[in-house]
């Protein structure tokens, strides 16, 4: 497990046409008079890896534990494969995987043993059972600790085993919360690539706080603040419909005149707004409408006769759309202890 | 219900795993074994004790003695670890979110508490049998041998008496998340029980009715009206089982 995980394909592999493998409509939660869900809808594709965002509190793991039938809905309704999620539902349980953001097992049995009762229970029996165990274990790293007794694992470990639990039975949905939380970086490349080579067979729901992730191996994302969706789109479409207005070109080396020049007609065009000179020689030049600018770079370039090593239309990353959408906490949100407030009924 | 074979072989595993099945089996044994010893040789300690400044005219011990001295026991000191084990049986897994690892699979919560359920009444049957075996092996030795059909008849009271403050704290222990809460209310049943059970005409119903029934039993004596007690727990024990089960199906985990 040493490649990079697939790039994730431009858009969600799921037509319009395709039936969601999982529908939300008008799902809430309280605590009380706490408003954890506020009325979500959401639709993700079948086989997708649809990433679910949101700061803490922004009702991620309460969203994840409805639609696995571990919390009840104040309001709303959710599909899951077709069932309606609810609790003690062992017909929504035969199409889920779910590994919970804090694992926990038995910590008297061992990693083996623990698989083992678990596919049992998925309805897994004799030698595929034996067989998925061995190669689950191989495929997570925890082939030689297999025989070890779960107390002694590490937290990485714990999550490794967690994740081979949800999967060992290859259930049609899987639900994944903040599955590498615990990892190394190695563990969590190689996860990664696990979970990315289930596009297309499985759908994942995948939550988590490295958006960094997210945007390796996620299809889709929805994010989600203070128990609202703010934003549900194929990652693709996020991304581009947050693109700003800036081109970066970076000049091949030993050129200072003919930049020099290029920079001066940029600053002199009338669709040009500012242009900076960066790090290695790079230069930005923010325009006022990208469409139409981008056709009038490349011959002001050639006609200042630079040599480009590249030329782009500059990409927020996952992480500054996502500040850019939940935007930093209001005062008036933060508790005595700086975190963000939940939301109260009536809020 | 599936899955109950599968959660129950787990159930077992663990009670042997973290010992609580040894343990309850050897308490139950040493009580077994003590309780003729204790009822043959208390007179002749006490006398030794006493000496002549203190004549005592303690009657000859009999096998009666050795029959309620293992009443004694099972009830004051068995019927405290059937609480303790059965505290831990819900409660902790709720906690520590094992319960949820279990339930997101196709098993019925109804399954899930079943198989534990099942669970406890082994363990207590495999030590019960022990102090029963012990029991019935050293009374005769120091008594006299007792009908075994009516030994048999007794354990399977006792057996029913311990379920009785079993399924008590198991209810308890589905309600809450805490194990030691759910001892506190299993010894609170017990204690509630026990001042009901000093009104003459709910005695006959309740567990405590069980012991005079198991003992005229392993005694050979001729009963009147044994059903009662029985009954009572039966209908006690699925009344605390169907409330934890409909109290649990509710629970979010």
Known sequence: ?347 | MAGVGILLRKELLEQWRTLRLPLVAVVFGLIGLSSPLLARFTAEIVKAVAGDQFPLNLPPPTVADSVDQLAKNLNQLGALIAILIAASAVAPEKERGTAALILVRPVSRAGFLLAKLIALGVTFAVALVLAFAGWWFYTLVLFEALPIGGVVAAAVLDWLFLMAWVSLTFLASTLTRSTLAAAGLGVTALIVVGLLSIAPPLAAWLPIGLVSVARGLALGLELSDPWKPILGTVVLIAAAVALAWLSFRRQEL
């Open chain 1, 1 to 347: 497990m040493t490649a990079t995980p697939a790039p994730p394909p431009a858009a969600g592999p799921a037509s319009p046409q395709t039936s969601p493998a999982i529908r939300v409509r008008g799902l809430t939660k309280r605590y009380g008079s706490i408003l954890a869900l506020d009325g979500l809808d959401l639709d993700v594709p079948a086989g997708s890896i649809f990433g679910l965002l949101g700061p803490n509190g922004a009702g991620k793991t309460t969203t994840i534990r409805i639609l696995t039938g571990l919390a009840a809905a104040s309001a709303g309704t959710a599909s899951v494969a077709g069932v309606e999620v609810g609790l003690d539902r062992p017909d929504l349980h035969r199409r889920i995987g779910y590994l919970d953001q804090d694992p926990r097992f038995y910590s008297w049995m061992q990693g083996r043993e623990l698989l083992e009762l678990t596919g049992r229970l998925d309805g897994v029996g004799g030698a595929d059972l034996r067989a998925g165990v061995d190669a689950m274990l191989e495929r997570v790293g925890l082939a030689e600790a297999a025989r070890r007794r779960i107390g002694g694992y590490s937290g990485g470990m714990r999550q490794r085993l967690g994740i081979a639990q949800a999967l060992l039975h290859e259930p049609a949905i899987v639900f994944l919360d903040e599955p590498v939380s615990s990892l190394d970086p190695e563990g969590r490349r190689d996860l990664l690539e696990l979970i990315a080579r289930l596009r297309g067979e499985t759908t994942v729901v995948l939550s988590t706080h490295v958006l960094a992730d997210v945007e390796r191996i996620c299809d889709r994302v929805a994010i989600l603040d203070r128990g609202r969706l703010v934003s549900e789109s194929p990652l693709e479409e996020l991304l581009a419909g947050h693109a700003r207005p800036i081109f970066r070109l970076l000049p091949e080396p030993d050129q200072d005149a003919a930049v020099q020049d290029l920079v001066r007609g940029l600053g002199a065009a009338e669709w040009c707004s500012d242009v900076t000179t960066g790090v290695g020689g790079e230069i930005l030049v923010t325009v006022r409408h990208a469409a139409a600018a981008s056709d009038r770079i490349l011959p002001l370039v050639v006609g200042a006769g630079v040599r480009l090593a590249s030329f782009e239309r500059a990409r927020p990353t996952l992480e500054e759309v996502f500040l850019e959408l939940v935007g930093p906490p209001r005062p008036e949100d933060l508790d005595g202890r700086g975190f963000v407030r939940a939301r109260e009924v009536g809020d």
